[in-house]
């Protein structure tokens, strides 16, 4: 557990970068701090392993007063992460890795195969072990980075940014990475970005701070998109607040349709129960994407990749609405794919029938 | 004029010892001598000065005072300081000399040690140096474990070029009455013997040349390959393989 004291970080200049914060950081969570720049937020994170010394207050970890231990003793405790990794670039990656393990004195060879199992559950393969910063793209120099902050199993991690600077491709890849990994690993996190959506997806709680270091909402990303305390809050968290606050409501287990399917590599059906589009799935019947009947003469062609639409997105049973309601709302047949955990074909759902859902449950308990 | 230098080169009489001439030999140790001692002194002064200023951001003005060193006129600074310290010595030694020629290869060999250590070390990518006090790594820590290997390369330029201006330089020891391979130049130019001259000349240009060559092996084993930046092609970055295989469950949580 962390917890921010009334404390304030005051410049020479007279700046207040944060004032007063009081704030809790649950063990086992993830703590996003979240705010436009100048916010206070990094300022925030950076007192906790004491990279900025706060000018009054406490910032405890446990029970213990930050201000009382020696700031390398305390950042040894502590893993931290920043924007652009900053590995070491003469050292090889597993060496970047083992920086921890070499300053607390392991030995050596600990400290290497250490490293090594850490490589495999950030999802880099073990020949690169050998390789140099240099060699690695963003998304992989960061995977680093959050490794090597893990490497002395510190309780508490800090992460500043982590992915904000590589591809928003990359980024989801990483995010979802760590949100499992964090499944296993139940480390306390604070988190800073800028990015609303990255907050609301990662964190088990938000602090949204506002210009001048003022803590505007302490809430759960669900309560935040639904119950800004504000009208700066409601201003950040943006649009779509109603969309994406069913991203937070699960869809229980979804009554499906049958759906009719036709197979990748078979010639094309003479015709579907449900209009033109029908179905396409491969022998695992996991679905390919839409085939437009309209568009093809029946039986003379064999259905191939090309001929497929692919934008529809699916919809896990067992998932968010959002996903049931974005499922239909992206199939050109108005139907909506629902698959399980496997990714093979349960049914299909319509609009209307997630409305009816969405309509149906249960309003969300008052705080 | 070449093949009576080459003539020079080739005659085994200029490289022995003999009753009347010192030779090529016994000049190039006395020359490899004073530069190496200077470079030495230089190196444990500038190098540990550099590496302070430079990670303590404190005395950069020490900096700036090394480099106007530069605009001293060497052969001026040598007379003068011989003409001061030559005195108090008497009897067969030439330490009355050797004391002012290696004061002047010294504040030679400084600035350009002094300043690329500071440069290298200032430029050490910010994000690299808040990674390594955040992992919990002490100042000197810091400054031994990265700041230090990160500007080898600089620090490398900053000495290979404070080893070819010594060598070079050091021909003045023999403006006062010392050894060195600057005697085969004084003397050729006072007895009109160009070849010899000459000959001096290239044996100086071959020397630094071949102290730089093996500085430049050295580097090349002392600095990282990660930052020398040389690794094997067909290692070099390649895109995250895992983006190609973007999976249905992937898909599915958008």
């Keep these: ?16 970068a944060v004032d007063e914060l009081d704030l809790t950081a649950p063990s086992g969570k993830i ?11 990094t300022t925030s994170l950076r007192m906790i392993n004491r990279m900025i010394e706060p000018t009054s207050g406490t910032i405890w970890l446990d029970d213990e007063d930050t201000a009382k231990i020696a700031t390398h003793e305390l950042r040894r405790k502590i893993g931290y992460v920043i924007q652009h990794a900053g590995l070491f670039p003469h050292r090889t990656i ?13 030995d050596k060879k600990k400290a290497r195969s250490r490293s090594l199992e850490l490589m495999e559950r950030v999802g880099l393969p073990p020949h690169f072990a050998k390789r140099y910063p240099a060699q690695l793209s963003g998304g992989q120099q960061q995977r680093v980075g959050v490794a090597r902050a893990l490497a002395a199993d510190p309780p508490v991690m800090l992460m500043d940014e982590p992915f904000s600077a590589v591809d928003p491709v990359v980024r989801d890849q990483l995010q979802a990475e760590f949100l499992r990994l964090q499944e296993e690993i139940g480390k306390t996190i604070v988190f800073v970005t800028h990015d609303i959506d990255e907050a609301i997806k990662l964190g088990d709680q938000v602090a949204v701070l506002r210009v001048g270091g003022h803590l505007a909402q302490l809430a759960t990303p669900a309560e935040l998109l639904t119950r800004p305390v504000d009208a700066f809050v409601a201003g950040f968290v943006g649009r779509d607040r109603g969309y994406r606050a069913l991203g937070f409501s699960s869809a229980g287990t979804i009554s499906t349709h049958q759906e009719q399917t036709a197979a990748l590599g078979a010639p094309t059906p003479y015709g579907a129960e449900n209009g033109p589009w029908i179905l396409v799935v491969d022998e695992k019947q996991i679905p390919q994407g839409w085939l437009d009947l309209d568009g093809v003469k029946p039986g ?30 992206s199939s050109p047949s108005g139907r909506g794919v629902v698959v399980d955990d496997a990714g093979a074909l349960l049914g299909s759902i319509t609009a209307s029938e997630v409305l009816a859902l969405i309509e149906g449950r249960e309003r969300e308990p008052q705080p | 004029m070449i093949s009576s230098v080459i003539t020079w080169l080739n005659d085994p009489s200029h490289w022995r010892d003999t009753r009347l001439n010192t030779g090529i030999i016994t000049q190039l140790e006395a020359h490899l001598r004073f530069s190496g001692i200077a470079l030495l002194i230089a190196l ?7 590496l302070f200023i430079g990670h303590t951001g404190r005395l950069s003005w020490l900096v700036a005072a090394a480099n106007a060193l530069r605009a001293l006129p060497t052969v001026g600074v040598l007379v003068l300081l011989t003409v001061m310290i030559a005195p108090n010595f008497h009897g067969r030694t030439d330490t009355g000399y050797v004391i002012p020629t290696e004061i002047v290869l010294v504040l030679l060999a400084i600035p350009p040690i002094l300043s690329n250590t500071y440069a290298g070390v200032q430029n050490v990518d910010p994000a690299v140096r808040d990674a390594a006090f955040g992992m919990g790594m002490t100042g000197s820590q810091v400054l031994l474990r990265v700041e230090f290997p990160c500007s080898l390369p600089l620090i490398f330029s900053g000495f290979r070029s404070a080893t070819l201006q010594v060598i070079a330089t050091a021909t003045i020891a023999s403006y006062i009455p010392l050894g060195g391979l600057g005697r085969f130049i004084y003397d050729g130019l006072a007895q009109q013997d160009f070849p010899q001259m000459i000959g001096g000349g290239v044996l100086v240009a071959a020397l630094a040349l071949s102290a730089d060559l093996l500085l430049a092996a050295v580097q090349r084993y002392a600095v990282s390959r990660g930052i020398s930046g040389r690794i094997s092609k067909k290692q070099v970055a390649a895109p995250d393989s895992r983006l190609a295989t973007v999976t249905q469950a992937e898909v599915a949580t958008v």
């Design chain 1, 1 to 16: 557990m962390i917890r921010f004291d009334s404390v304030t970080k005051r410049y020479p200049d007279g700046t207040v």
């Design chain 1, 31 to 41: 703590t996003v701090l979240v705010g436009p720049s100048g916010c206070g937020k």
């Design chain 1, 94 to 106: 597993v060496d970047n890795i083992a920086t921890v393990p070499y300053l607390l004195g392991w």
């Design chain 1, 300 to 329: 003379e062609n064999v259905i191939t990749d090309g001929m497929l639409y692919r934008g529809g997105t699916l919809a896990t049973q067992g998932g968010t609405l959002r996903a049931a309601l974005d499922a239909a709302l």
């Design chain 2, 44 to 50: 444990l002064i500038a190098l540990p000065l550099g």
